[in-house]
């Protein structure tokens, strides 16, 4: 405690006082002397071990945030009684926790990061792996169907690898927060019909069913250009779910509280296991021969939430996957 400048100076000061009270005392007479003694001392004992012990869980704290400092397991600040130190007592409590919990989601956040780059860098190696070989098997056959062929297979492992990417980045778009939605009125119909142009030729190619239920002039709030994307994520899964001579169905209701875009396929479904996990970055379902990079979802969902809706997926009664958007008004 004498290492504190004030409780020196205190010491000091009360020590004069006590001194010239005891000779004051004296002067006076014997037996007050002896209880200005008996007064100082007293007072001088319990203001000492009331100091002692507001320094002694001073210390405790101290102790207690140094160990959070140093990244200990386990944080235990116990309780004091009422007045100022145990104000100071709680609000260091509460930032010691607050640190812990930063902590630990950095720590979670590094961890996915890792995973992240992992799964990124798998992705990317199964394409390119592929080319190579491809390549490998171009320099040394002469024939030139299947080096047509060949050439072609390569085409379309291009063609994924820049999907991929394009997507990894707009994922990391989105998750720095750096994309910025506009906010207009959208016209349903035109959305969907947006959205579904790209794939109107493949559809055609693989002899799939098309049905649009989207009455004229119902409107929805958003990005019509990031909502097209995140429908056609959603097509995308249906259309090769759906294979050749499937069936896809979109139809769209309005209520009070509501907009909703259904879209379902006439494909296997999805198993009981994968429904909860559906939307989250790089799964690929339990089924080992599952196609996919695990990411239209992701990145379909992240656009849709940020932007005030929300997406389920499920089985349909009637067989196939069922995509539900809503739109809250």
Request: glycine content about 6%; aromatic content about 8%.
């Amino acid at each position: 405690m004498l290492r504190n400048r004030e409780f020196r100076q205190f010491a000091i000061l009360f020590s004069f006082i006590a001194a010239a009270a005891v000779a004051l005392g004296f002067a006076i007479h014997t037996a007050a002397g002896i209880l200005a003694i008996a007064s100082s001392a007293a007072f001088g004992t319990a203001f000492f071990a009331f100091t002692k012990a507001r320094y002694t869980s001073i210390a405790q704290i101290s102790d207690q945030i140094d160990l959070v400092l140093h990244n200990a397991d386990h944080l235990y600040i116990g309780e004091s009684d009422e007045g100022e130190l145990s104000i100071l007592h709680s609000e260091i409590t509460k930032m010691t926790l607050r640190i812990r919990e930063q902590n630990d989601a950095l720590k979670k956040e590094k961890e996915h990061l890792a995973d992240s780059l992992a799964d990124i860098a798998h992705q990317l190696r199964t394409p390119l792996t592929s080319v190579n070989l491809i390549l490998s098997l171009l320099e040394n056959n002469p024939d030139e169907n299947d080096r047509k062929a060949f050439v072609r297979e390569t085409e379309e492992l291009l063609v994924q690898m820049d999907w991929l990417l394009t997507s990894l980045l707009k994922l990391s778009r989105l998750d720095a927060g750096i994309v910025v939605f506009q906010s207009e009125q959208i016209d349903v119909d035109n959305l969907i019909r947006a959205a579904l142009r790209p794939f109107l030729i493949p559809m055609e190619l693989h002899d799939i069913d098309l049905q649009i239920d989207a009455p004229k002039g119902m409107m929805i709030q958003g990005d019509s250009g990031w909502l097209a994307e995140a429908i056609q994520n959603i097509l995308k899964n249906c259309i090769e779910s759906a294979g050749d001579n499937g069936r896809i169905a979109i139809a769209c209701k309005d209520n009070p509280l509501y907009t909703e875009i259904a879209i379902h396929d006439s494909g296997a479904g999805f198993e009981k296991e994968d429904l909860p996990y559906l939307f989250d970055r790089f799964y690929r379902g339990k089924n080992p021969n599952a196609t996919g990079y695990g990411i239209g979802l992701a990145l379909c969902k992240m656009i849709i939430t940020r932007q005030g809706g929300t997406i389920t997926a499920k089985n349909h009664p009637q067989g196939g996957a069922n995509f539900a958007i809503r739109f809250p008004k």
